[in-house]
């Protein structure tokens, strides 16, 4: 049983997908055989009554249940249309639920997709700070690349030149900004920011670099004016998109308290 068990976790985990968007689906035809059906038309009546109860559920079956129709070669050597459906995790375990109870795979495709869901839910609800970590964390290498290309092209005083890209961006020295937003002078101002704070930092931090190199600086007067330009490029976007200026962006908790938070998460989760 236990290996019988494996084998099919191992199998839908193989037949799990990734979309361009980064959200997880299977293949009806990849898990018909998977959950014990040889019949492919007794597989989709199991997928008819689990689009009901998607719906009865209140959630929109198209959301979860997508049917496609392609042309593949037959035994014959024509070419014959073939239907397949894609379907997300919920759908997959509405699917499991739905299936013949008398057969073992189901009843482990139900433990599998029932412990997949949770995990989703649980990662759903950390989804933002996550998203925020890995951005500080993207934030932070670029800072470290733009200051080694600023080293190579003679800046000497990266103080100054970190606080011209401030100067562009927030239109105020680092110190004011620390002081308009209420962040202790000795902490990170990034590490204080929310993701479209950091994000625009990033985008002012990689656009900076590039420019340094496209334009060839070679001289610190140079490479700290490029970096103000690049600033106030980004400030004016932010502006003509109608966003909120960064320095009038709220302060979110410090990074590190965020990082244990998840570690502690995760160890639960584990």
Known sequence: MNDNLDSIINKL????????????????RDIQKILGYSSWENFQNVIHKACMACES????????????????????????????????????????????????????AQTYFA???RKQEIQDQLTDAER?????????????????????????????FQN??????????????KYKKGIPKNDDLLDRA????????????????????RDRINNERDAIQTHLDVGREVRATINKLGGTMPENLPTEEPIKKLATKLKKNLKIDN
Do not use: P
């Open 194 to 213: 929310g993701r479209t704070e950091l994000a625009a930092n990033e985008f002012r931090i990689t656009q900076a670099e590039d420019k340094l190199i």
């Open 13 to 28: 985990n193989k037949a799990k997908k990734i979309s361009s968007r980064g959200g997880e689906y299977w293949m009806g």
């Open 57 to 108: 559920a209140g959630e929109a079956s198209h959301n979860h249940f997508h049917a496609i129709t392609k042309l593949v070669m037959a035994g014959s050597g024509t070419m014959v249309q073939r239907t397949d459906w894609y379907l997300t995790r919920y759908a997959c375990y509405l699917i499991a639920m739905n299936g013949d109870s008398s057969k073992s795979e189901i009843g482990i």
């Open 164 to 177: 011209a890209g401030y100067i562009g961006l927030y239109d105020m020295g680092l110190s004011d900004i």
């Open 132 to 160: 925020r970590l890995q951005l500080r964390e993207r934030v932070r290498n670029a800072n470290k690349s733009l200051t080694s290309t600023a080293k190579r092209v003679g800046v000497q005083r990266y103080a100054l």
């Open 115 to 117: 412990v997949q869901t």
